[in-house]
């Protein structure tokens, strides 16, 4: 075996053990207790306090995972009938519903409501451990308040603590806050995004964990 065979077969020895130890976790955020509250403002200026829970679909309400294609269909549904993917209501619920996502959900303190989550996995994409984000949504009343950006660090966290190489996400190319929001946050188009060439209505965003 030539040695770039035998770096490249301990690489994936290595990753396989980091995935291993991640998709294990039944809180993978139980560690970061920052990451458990986030405090902002109401437009009349009031205090609101968000509580922030990590669990796997099984122990995730199923109350909870209704709203959440709910939220879906109203933040990004216009979005998809746009473009040549359309919204695909059955594909939607189906993803969420994956025995392997993961969600992590902030809810309002004083109402128990909940307001934005994000879907997500640890995995193998094209040779690389990454934390997958599928989903990122935020109710509407809730945006603009730094708890989208805040969402995605406790991502990013949880995709350096477990060693993953990044953080991969989809998004509409016809979403252009969407777009300007990762961008922002240091996400930049993948190496396996699809290329111009094919004309997708999506493109494939990655931030390097290393
Ligand atoms: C895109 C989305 C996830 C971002 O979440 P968010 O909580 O609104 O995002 P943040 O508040 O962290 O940041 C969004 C913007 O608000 C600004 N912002 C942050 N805190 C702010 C504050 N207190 N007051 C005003 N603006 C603020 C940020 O600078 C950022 O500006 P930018 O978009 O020009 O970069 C959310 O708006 C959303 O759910 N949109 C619909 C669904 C969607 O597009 N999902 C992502 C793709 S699937």
């Known amino acids: 075996m030539s040695v770039t065979e035998t770096v490249t077969r301990n690489q994936a020895t290595t990753q396989q053990k980091c ?3 991640a998709n294990q976790q039944t809180d993978p955020l139980a560690n970061f207790p920052e ?21 796997r679909k099984a122990e995730t309400d199923p109350k909870v995972i209704k709203w959440a294609f709910k939220l879906a269909e109203r933040n ?3 979005q998809y009938r746009a473009c040549s993917l359309g919204w695909q209501p059955k594909i939607k619920q189906a993803d969420l519903n994956k025995t392997w996502a993961r969600y ?11 307001v934005a ?7 193998l994409d094209y040779g690389r451990s990454v934390l997958y984000c599928y989903e ?11 708890l989208g950006a805040f969402m995605m660090k406790a991502l990013e966290r949880m995709a350096q603590h477990f060693s993953m190489e990044r953080v991969v996400l989809t998004v509409l190319k016809n979403n252009e806050d969407g777009m300007r929001f990762y961008q922002r946050l240091g996400y930049e188009v993948d ?8 004309n997708a209505a999506y493109e494939i965003m990655s931030k390097s964990m290393m």
Request: one cysteine or more; charged letters at 30%.
């Open 19 to 21: 995935l291993l130890v």
């Open 35 to 55: 990451y458990l509250s986030y405090k902002c403002k109401r437009e009349d200026g009031t205090e609101l306090q968000l509580a922030l829970k990590c669990t």
């Open 76 to 78: 990004v549904g216009p």
């Open 104 to 114: 992590l959900v902030a809810t309002e303190v004083a109402t128990k409501k909940p």
């Open 117 to 123: 989550y994000t879907m997500f996995r640890f995995d």
């Open 136 to 146: 990122l949504q935020v109710e509407s009343e809730y945006q603009r308040k730094g």
């Open 191 to 198: 190496e396996m995004s699809p290329g111009k060439e094919e």
